[in-house]
């Protein structure tokens, strides 16, 4: 069951934004350098009068243009490294960084939740609410009312394995190790459906619209009208392996899965029978898969532990648009709906939560706090916060991202405001 872990405020260490480059300073030590050179020059063509010797001259010249470059404030600024931005040239320039607190504001404990790189037990739903799969059972958390409620407990020794909210209704859909599929409706506390077309573990699901799509060990991807009594309206079977992870495009059209066999898949609801690109960069298995809301045909994926890489690509051609390592196995990733920047959460072997600021791919913030690898991240409904959970039993909440719209902070605050102050 989950329960509020007192702790110790941790602090926070945030970043500092540098002073812009005092540009009148700057041109100043150019001007003087350039006179100094003229007048060097003019030095130099009177040696060469009065010795009027080639070899001399050259190696005056030699002699005069190193004394040039070590004395020269401009050879001097590009060698050494510098606190300013040197390219900061517009009156009104945006803050490179924004202070991310790097402690969690809030812990709970949430014990046998699994440590398993092929589960996905946690999210969050629009209504506010924390899903969370704990062995045989599932948990909500009320981020409002800090109410826990256990919605429902399967037969031992079946376990939880994956889970997902519905975003258009209070609707929750729970897979399982056996591969069963169950559509569970929070408000008439009831189970509406079950689906058993898998033979293998469900380890991930994903919605579009009234449809769920899973994922399985079966190497199938099930799409579902819940509406309906088929039992599935179409399969994917691309993958050679386990499918790790599923995320429909924003506009609900293309779905990308990433597997076991190290591929990412790009599928279009239009074209169900093959698969409109396969991407075999990766080295490891994928299961980190986002969108992004600001260019819906670009596609971020993590991978495993032996490949540890960012790779973003564009759906539109095909054509893989850029690629960092990120140092670490890579679990989960969510794309900020506010903010144009990417969260990771990793595993093997540091077991951090990283901020990175797009498009330039910069790391704007490390935040440690989990003993075990972070497999599970969800976002907040208002785009402010994520929740983290780990192997280490606990579930951590973090803020990171400004409000959409910051005029309005002061008058409509995040609901998780009114929570903060039970912190301890």
Not at 73 to 99: D, G, T
Not at 356 to 364: G, H
Not at 395 to 418: A, C, E, G
Request: aromatic residues 8%; contains cysteine.
């Amino acid at each position: 069951m989950l329960r509020q872990r007192s702790t110790s405020k941790g602090k926070h260490f945030d970043r500092l934004v540098p002073e812009k480059v005092n540009l009148s300073d700057y041109q100043i030590h150019m001007v003087e350098d350039q006179k100094n050179e003229s007048l060097r020059e003019l030095d130099l063509n009177e040696q060469l009068r009065v010795e009027n010797s080639q070899a001399k001259y050259s190696s005056l010249l030699k002699q005069k243009l190193m004394e040039n470059k070590s004395q020269s404030s401009l050879f001097v600024y590009q060698r050494q490294p510098s606190k300013y931005k040197p390219y900061i040239f517009e009156n009104e320039c945006p803050s490179p960084v924004r202070k991310i607190a790097k402690a969690p504001y809030k812990i709970l404990d949430a014990p046998k939740i699994k440590d398993d790189f092929y589960y996905q037990l946690v999210d969050w739903s629009m209504n506010n609410q924390i899903g969370v799969g704990l062995g045989n059972s599932v948990y909500t958390w009320n981020a409002i009312t800090n109410e826990t409620t256990q919605l429902l407990e399967i037969e031992a020794p079946v376990c939880v394995s994956s889970i997902k909210w519905c975003d258009r209704s209070e609707i929750i859909a729970i897979g399982d190790d056996t591969g069963a599929v169950r559509i569970y409706d929070i408000v008439k506390a009831k189970i509406l459906k079950t689906y058993e077309n898998h033979n293998s573990r469900v380890g991930c699901l994903d919605w579009n619209g009234c449809n769920i799509t899973s994922g399985s060990r079966d190497k199938s991807i099930l799409f579902q009208d819940i509406r309906t009594n088929n039992d599935y309206e179409l399969s994917f079977q691309s993958h050679k392996q386990e499918v790790c992870g599923l995320q429909w495009s924003p506009n609900e059209q293309f779905l990308a899965s990433g597997g076991n066999d190290n591929n990412v898949m790009i599928q279009s609801i239009k074209m169900p029978n093959q698969s409109m690109y396969v991407f075999k960069d990766h080295i490891a298995a994928v299961k980190a898969l986002a969108w992004s809301p600001h260019q819906p045909n670009i596609l971020c994926s993590g991978g495993g532990t032996t490949d540890k890489c960012l790779k973003f690509w564009n759906t539109s051609n095909g054509q893989l648009q850029n690629s960092i390592d990120t140092g670490s196995q890579i679990c989960n990733m969510k794309w900020s709906t506010n903010t144009n920047e990417l969260v990771t959460s990793h595993g093997y072997s540091l077991n951090q939560v990283a901020v990175w600021k797009m498009p330039k791919i910069e790391r704007i913030a490390t935040l440690y706090g989990h003993s075990f690898r972070v497999l599970y991240l969800a976002l907040s409904p208002d785009g402010e916060n994520i929740v983290t959970g780990s192997g280490d039993e606990t579930l951590r909440f973090w803020k990171l991202f400004p409000s959409k719209n910051k005029n309005s902070n002061l008058v409509n605050q995040s609901k998780l405001d009114s929570i903060r102050l039970d912190i301890r």
